[in-house]
């Protein structure tokens, strides 16, 4: 049963019945400025007014009708005139006494009377009243909300409510902020600066009294591990994650002003609906009446014509429209202070000044369209969000959780175990494709050399001065920065430096005052307008370099070199097909020894090359020589020792190749040589002779005379057949005759008592001599043939090259 004055089966209409407008997610709570949530406030007062007053409507009596008793000659009078005051009705003519009188109508026909008076005598403004509220709040609360809602913009808010959420509560924006905190607290320090810090605000520029102290005492610069290093590696893993986030984030949104733009358009909305609505309520309210006159023509159905009607509830109905109208009028302040808010600053741009300043993170970025709003938005809220949210969007934090996430991964006890002997016998870390270098690295003190590849923005810290075995270094698609405290260290210590990029422009400049350097190879492209000029930077700061290796497309030999022509013994340039036209600085390089010219596109030997007194091997690989006409002249050259013409298109030797009598090493392989000459013989002190790779069908007797001879390379040719004079180099320990045509192998083999490498697979021979069993340097792993020769060899000749 409900309550008295409802029917059994009335009841109250729930306010939780409208939550579905409004619901939201409690995290957007933060996008939303005091504002709105006063806003929202009013719009469940006014929807408690008009559900109130729908309930009302809905469970109880609207109207009750009583007949007018009227004369026939007043009978044009309006009705429920004899309720009016008395001075009206005295005015208005004098009424006749209808107090007692029956008017003869069943229940059914006050029923029907007072629903067709309800339906026609009552104005629409007081019949429809609670339901417009109703409705009309429930529109206000759709455009609140509608943005939260709407699939264009409401996924952008999710995805930034997530990530703020989780910026907020990350523990690396606590420990960032505190680290900033407390050196903005301590100041600079001399000889005191956080590994991490220093990797990740760049260079130290030190002022000239600071300069004067690490010139004085370079090796008392002590780091300290920042406090950052707390942060266990899951929380860094997922602040590292939250940057990715950020990042994307940022691109993402920057890219438009949807957010920007639909709140607007649903604020001007909300505004323009209610100057209509306060305008039509002021208009109406008074039409909400408690007495009601009724004229319908029941006269055949009920006798009567006039009616008296009260509304039952007009009272109650015209104090909620006051309140209602107050409340919209409350609502639409706030609407226009919203609308001023928008108009009368920038949203759609937002600077992170004021937490530059205050956390000392100079990177962070401004940024724009409904990035900028959102934030507007949270500072509406709480300032205290986009401040922990900026340390996401600042490069420096995201370098130093790098660097700590590094130092995590990398503990020096795991960098010990990638410590090797390199090729020059030095204890070598290398590291391959980092993020960044561990601060870790040094605190190996032993480490002899450093080889870094593919790792992004290096900036050494302080405490490479802790490497004090530290004498080669390589840079291969690392760039570096190089603190001044950490150049005076290294000028005098470092001896070889490695640097590898895609333009030779991007070599560090600290590289070219390393005075102590011995080598310098760098590899890299001179832009295509530069590539002519071939300029370097100059090596004048290099007194001790002996060895300059230069990998680029330079079209001529840079000018610098010559800056260290006094010293320098060994020269690379290798050009990688690029044609190198001038060498004439070459003839200045007087102390030069060693001389490579690989790739370089030359059709000659260079003059050039003939003046170098000095020099002992020379390199021409790759490149397109025809003719070696030239040859005669080396004779100039009296230390030339090592002569190297592969891969090239030679197609003869000339025959004054015999004035080449000092010459040790002759490479001719991969050319097009048919035939060797005979003075070939004349070069006595020849100990190795590689034409290997070649088109050769014989090879002439007198090689025979090359007594000094250990090493002969013909593999790869169309030999049919080796003259016995070849046995007679008995100083042979290595002969290389595979891939050729040969069918037999002279008994003569064996007066070769230091043969220790013998190579004859690929060729036509059915046995192998005996004799090879003389050959008492040759071992099985040293005999390169077919394993049906080799077993075709007697037991004893087999079990003797067997022998360890």
């Known amino acids: 049963m409900g309550p008295p004055g409802f029917p059994p089966h009335g009841r109250m209409i729930p306010v939780a019945e409208f939550k579905q407008f409004t619901e939201q997610q409690p ?24 559900v109130f007053g729908c309930t009302l409507q809905v469970t109880q009596d609207k109207i009750i009708c009583l007949p007018s008793h009227e004369s026939r000659e007043n009978s044009s ?9 008395r001075g009206v009705s005295e005015q208005l003519g004098g009424l006749r006494e209808v107090s007692g009188l029956k008017n003869n109508l069943d229940l059914q026909q006050y029923s029907f009377i007072n629903q ?19 409705i009309h709040t429930l529109i206000f609360m759709v455009c609140t909300s509608f943005w939260f809602k709407f699939p264009g913009t409401s996924s952008k808010i999710e995805h930034f409510i997530s990530i703020l959420g989780k910026c907020f509560d990350s523990p690396w924006t606590t ?125 055949e159905v009920t006798g009567y014509a006039s009616f008296c009607c009260n509304h039952t509830k007009a009272h109650l109905f015209s104090k909620l429209a006051f309140c209602y109208i107050s409340f919209v009028c409350v609502y639409g302040l706030t609407c226009l202070y919203t609308l001023y808010w928008l108009f009368h600053r920038p949203l759609k741009e937002y600077s992170f000044r004021s937490v530059r300043e205050e956390t000392g993170m100079g990177d962070i970025p401004d940024v724009k369209n409904d990035f900028a709003f959102m934030l507007h ?79 992004c923005d290096i900036t050494f810290p302080p405490g490479l001065s802790q490497l004090v075995q530290l004498q080669e270094l390589s840079l291969l698609h690392s760039p570096a920065r190089l603190p001044f405290s950490s150049q005076i260290f290294l000028r005098d210590r470092l001896k070889v430096i490695r640097i590898k990029c895609e333009e030779l422009r991007e070599v ?67 050009n990688d097909g690029a044609r190198l036209l001038a060498l004439n600085s070459l003839k200045k390089l007087a102390a030069l020894r060693e001389l490579e010219l690989v790739a370089c596109g030359l059709e000659r030997i260079p003059h050039a090359v003939f003046s170098l007194g000095a020099l002992q091997e020379l390199d021409l690989k790759d490149n397109h020589l025809r003719s070696i006409e030239e040859i005669l ?34 490479c001719l392989s991969h050319n097009k040589l048919e035939a060797l000459p005979t003075q070939l013989g004349m070069c006595s002190s020849l100990r190795l002779l590689d034409v290997s790779h070649n088109g050769l069908r014989a090879v002439p007797p007198e090689l025979g005379l090359l007594q000094n001879l250990q090493h002969l390379a013909l593999s790869y040719n169309a030999l049919e057949a080796l003259p016995d004079e070849i046995f007679f180099c008995r100083k042979l320990r290595t002969l290389l005759l595979g891939y050729n045509h040969l069918s037999y192998l002279s008994p003569q083999v064996g007066a070769l008592r230091a043969l220790s490498r013998l190579e004859l697979k690929g060729n036509r021979l059915e046995a192998l001599p005996e004799e090879l069993g003389s050959c008492g340097g040759l071992k099985k792993a040293g005999l390169l043939v077919e394993d049906t020769l080799y077993e075709g060899l007697p037991a004893e000749v087999r079990d003797k090259m067997e022998e360890e």
């Not at 009078?77 to 005051?85: D, G, K």
């Not at 991964?409 to 870390?429: H, I, V, Y």
């Not at 300029?535 to 030999?557: D, F, I, M, Y």
């Not at 030339?640 to 197609?651: E, G, S």
Request: hydrophobic share 45%.
């Open 27 to 50: 995290a957007f709570k933060v996008l939303k400025p005091w504002w709105d949530v006063l806003a929202e406030y009013l719009t469940v007062a006014m929807l408690m007014i008009g």
């Open 77 to 85: 009078e309006a009705p429920c005139q004899q309720l009016l005051p």
């Open 116 to 134: 067709l008076c309800y339906e026609t005598a009552l104005h629409w403004y007081a019949k429809y009243f609670p339901y417009l509220v109703v």
């Open 175 to 299: 420990r960032a902020l505190s680290e900033v905190s407390g050196e903005n607290h301590k100041g600079p320090a001399v000889g005191r600066v956080p590994a991490a810090v220093a990797t990740a605000a760049g260079a130290v520029k030190a002022g000239e009294g600071e300069k004067e102290k690490v010139l004085a005492e370079p090796e008392k610069v002590v780091t300290e591990p920042p406090v950052v290093t707390l942060l266990d590696k899951k929380e860094g893993e997922q602040a590292k994650a939250l940057f990715e986030k950020v990042k994307k984030f940022r691109v993402h949104v920057e890219e438009g002003d949807i957010l920007y733009s639909m709140y607007i358009r649903q604020t001007v909305l909300k505004v323009c609906k209610f100057f209509a609505i306060l305008v039509y309520n002021l208009v109406y309210v008074e039409k909400i009446s408690f007495l009601v006159a009724c004229r319908v023509e029941t006269s």
């Open 377 to 455: 938005l949270i500072d509406q809220y709480d300032s205290l969000y986009s401040k922990r949210f900026a340390v996401f969007l600042s490069e420096v934090s995201e370098s130093r959780l790098k660097q700590l996430n590094l130092n995590h991964e990398w503990t020096p006890e795991k960098l010990r175990q990638k410590l090797q002997r390199n090729a020059r016998g030095r204890l070598e870390l290398a590291l391959c494709m980092l993020p960044g270098l561990p601060d870790t690295v040094f605190e190996l003190g032993e480490v002899e050399a450093l080889r870094l590849e593919a790792i």
């Open 508 to 574: 560090p400049l600290w590289v070219f005052g390393l005075r102590g350097l011995e080598e310098l190879h760098l590899e890299g492209l001179f832009p295509p307008e530069l590539a002519r000029a071939a300029t370097l930077e100059s090596l004048r700061e290099l007194k001790q370099l002996k060895v300059l290796s230069l990998r680029s497309n330079a079209g001529k030999v840079p000018a610098s070199v010559t800056d260290v022509a006094g010293h320098l013994q060994r020269l690379s340039l290798h």
């Open 633 to 666: 002249s080396f004779q100039h050259c009296r230390k030339l020792v090592t002569l190297r013409l592969w891969h090239n298109q030679i197609a003869y030797v000339p025959e004054h190749v015999r004035k080449l009598r000092g010459l040790e090493q002759l």
